[in-house]
């Protein structure tokens, strides 16, 4: 028992890159399995349209929320003094305020900017509701980026597994009259905005309370905001393109191929992009701290190097099994009617799942001070998505136009990791080597998988991926070695080393 303890607490150390991640990562896979095992439920309980309506007022407010700060939360991290890093918090907060006041007022003329969207008019009754949602979401966000800074990943845990436990047990709640339709599903995630944002809100008072702290002046204001003004004039510009990038289908599906379609897709995006984002926004937050650091010790190289070998090692399997079988486990898993998600998802899940290994390391553009390339990647990925999206959609084809959104978007995705890769100074030779070590671990538990879909009932595909799940993940943590205390193993880096 000693033994284990000791092995526990050096797994769920507070400083390092591993125990500040496998912190994050405990509420995310709690919140992970209980949103899995609430789903089959909720996708019962309401119809593909909800979902649709749903997700795309949803989308709209993510998009918001990357914008409303004009990115100048990320700059937290970055002054050495606390002090200066207030001075940030307020900027951010008087922005936030601003935005928020601005969309309010726009939501009067809901349906004109329904219409402007061209967006389908069901979604128009609910767009009052945004400019509230956002200023939650924003001040959560902004208590987050303060306590990332302090290294408060408990605290960060915390918050969001009361925002996501809301969030299902609220759906379900509404859900159980069906006279709410999209209505339970937008008031569920307003319910857990609301609690994820009031503890945070209490976690950040806690920890703001300092005698002596007062007000920044206006020239403070205004000396940060000329210091980090990469931060508005590109990082901004780029976090909105890339948030629309990953949203981009459900602004634009309905327009094309009704509301549905959308709701199926949206399934499809839950099923791998969602929780796969879960795990890249717990290492993104470590990552943004600890890459810093790693930076100004000049061994940013083989930092970044180990932790792209561990997105690809956690995304490779689930992303070949839903190719695989992805039919027969939505089906199972949320009922006869989502099969098509499934089949949506045999096309998305490459690029699901390249983006996954992407989006946390886009941290490596704020922490080199590369806005400018960012923006312009950006710029290219947006154009080329949009691009293949309205060729798809108006040909009338669902499936053509899931398989052009798929190949645009992993095009683009394999070239943001590469130059990312190449900024960090990473070989692209040996970061490529984990992308086909990890898919030929994963080959022979997901070809079981895919030699019995069709042979045997449904409940025995789910068992055997399941068991081929478990089998795959030991394996790769048995053969890395992935536990402190053991060094010099096949998989470990030099950043591991300089970490322990």
């Known amino acids: 028992m000693k033994n284990l303890r ?29 949103s899995y095992l609430a789903l089959p ?24 929320t990357g914008l409303a700060a004009l990115r100048y939360d990320d700059a937290v991290m970055l002054p050495e003094s606390d002090k200066r890093a ?36 069901e979604i128009a009754p609910w767009l009052w509701l945004v400019a509230p949602v956002l200023l939650l979401i924003r001040f959560g966000k902004l208590a987050e980026a ?58 950040l008072l806690r920890r703001t309370r300092t005698p002596g702290v007062r007000r920044p002046s206006m020239g403070e204001l205004r000396s940060v905001a000329r210091r ?26 309905p327009v094309y191929l ?9 399934r499809a995006f839950a099923a791998l992009a969602i929780p796969l984002s879960l795990i890249g926004t717990a290492v993104a937050q470590v990552f943004f701290v600890d890459g810093t650091m790693a930076h100004r010790e000049n061994r940013l190289a083989g930092f970044t190097e180990n932790v792209h070998a561990r997105l690809v090692m956690i995304g490779m399997f689930p992303c070949m099994l839903l190719v695989a079988a992805g039919p027969e486990l939505f089906a199972f898993f949320f009922g006869a009617n989502w099969r098509a998600a499934g089949v949506y998802e045999q096309y998305l899940a490459c690029w699901f799942f390249l983006s996954a290994v992407a989006s946390p390391l886009t941290r490596l553009f704020d922490i080199l001070e590369l806005q400018r390339p960012e923006l312009g990647i950006s710029i290219g990925s947006f154009l080329l998505l949009a691009a293949a999206l309205a060729w798809g959609g108006t040909t009338g084809n669902v499936l053509l136009t899931m398989g052009l959104m798929a190949c645009a978007g992993a095009f683009a995705r394999i070239f943001q990791i590469a130059v990312m890769l190449k900024f960090a100074k990473v070989s692209l030779r040996r970061a490529g080597s984990a992308y086909i070590r990890y898919a030929l671990i994963a080959l022979p538990p997901v070809a079981c998988v895919w030699l019995i879909r069709g042979i045997f009932p449904a409940w025995a595909v789910a ?10 993940f030991g394996f790769v943590v048995w053969r890395e070695r992935m536990w402190p205390g053991v060094k010099g193993t096949p998989g470990t880096s030099q950043s591991d080393e300089n970490e322990k």
């Open 258 to 266: 009704g509301w549905d379609v959308t709701g199926l897709y949206g």
């Open 146 to 203: 303060w306590l990332t800074r302090k290294r408060a990943f408990r605290t960060i845990t915390g918050a969001e597994a009361t925002n996501k436990i809301a969030v299902i047990s609220s759906r379900i709640g509404f859900g159980a009259g069906t006279a709410f339709g999209a209505g339970g599903l937008i008031g569920g995630f307003i319910a857990g905005q609301a609690l994820g944002a009031a503890y945070f809100a209490a976690a």
């Open 228 to 253: 980090y003004r990469r931060f508005p004039l590109y990082a901004a510009p780029s976090a909105l393109l890339n948030t629309v990038l990953g949203r981009l289908p459900v602004l634009l599906l």
């Open 86 to 121: 207030r001075t940030v918090l307020w900027l951010v907060g008087i922005l936030t305020i601003g935005v928020t006041v601005i969309v309010a007022v726009a939501s009067i003329w809901s349906r004109e900017i329904s219409s402007l969207l061209r967006a389908p008019e």
């Open 463 to 472: 068992l055997t991926a399941i068991m081929a799940g478990v089998a795959y």
């Open 6 to 34: 000791a092995w526990i607490g050096q797994l769920y150390a507070r400083e390092g890159f591993r125990g500040p991640v496998m912190t994050l990562l405990s509420g995310t896979a709690v919140t992970f399995v209980i």
């Open 41 to 64: 439920v909720i996708t019962r309980l309401f119809t593909t349209q909800a979902f649709g309506i749903s997700d795309y007022f949803v989308t709209i407010v993510s998009i918001l």
